[in-house]
């Protein structure tokens, strides 16, 4: 069985930095496709970015400049680095695996919370 599972969600002001982590055991990590996806009250859940491998990634442009994805597949983990952050930020966020069309497994989400 698959689980993900986030990390490092808080409250931060603008212009502040935070760090996710999510750890996934179950299957073969590095096999995987890693994207982390926000939702924001009220509103759809995004895209934010996606690691295809630890030298490949794709970011969605509202973060693009801003937001790092890492990954360290010897321990099962994908990071994302948010530096600058704004109030729109705010959101859920997910971490999943596989495809970012339609990942395969998500985590259950850590809150992050951006005042201004």
């Known amino acids: 069985q698959v689980h993900l599972l986030e990390s490092g969600g808080g409250l931060v002001q603008a212009v502040g930095t935070l760090r996710l982590s999510c750890v996934m055991s179950g299957r073969s990590f590095s096999s995987y496709a890693m994207n982390w996806f926000r939702q924001a009250p009220g509103k759809e859940r995004d895209f934010v970015g996606v690691?295809?491998?630890?030298?490949?990634?794709v970011y969605a442009n509202s973060v693009k400049g801003r937001f790092t994805i890492s990954r360290d597949d010897a321990k099962n983990t994908v990071h994302l680095q948010m530096n600058s952050l704004k109030p729109e930020d705010t959101a859920v966020y997910y971490c999943?695996?596989?495809?970012?069309?339609?990942?395969?497994?998500w985590g259950k989400g850590t809150l992050v919370t951006v005042s201004s």
């Open positions: 999943a695996a596989g495809p970012p069309a339609k990942p395969d497994y």
């Open positions: 690691s295809w491998s630890v030298s490949n990634t």
